[in-house]
């Protein structure tokens, strides 16, 4: 098993972003739909989405040259 790099200030940002909007938007809808658990899924779902996306300017490699 390799090890594994740490996350970039960039990744760990988006982690929280997601986590936060989720909270959010779990809250909004708990509150307006009466039923606590959507707050869990708010979190669930705005985890999921920060681990998935890719933080900008990742697409970047620094090891390649740009193509002409």
């Known amino acids: 098993m390799s090890a594994r790099e740490p996350f970039s200030p960039a990744r760990r940002r988006q982690l929280v972003v997601g986590l936060v ?3 959010i ?3 909004v809808v708990s509150l307006w739909t009466g039923f606590w658990l959507w707050l869990a899924a708010g979190l669930a779902v705005g985890l999921a989405t920060g681990a998935l996306m890719k933080p900008p ?4 490699d620094p090891k390649r040259t740009p193509r002409r």
């Open 21 to 23: 909007v989720g909270l």
């Open 57 to 60: 300017g990742e697409d970047e």
């Open 25 to 27: 938007i779990g809250v």
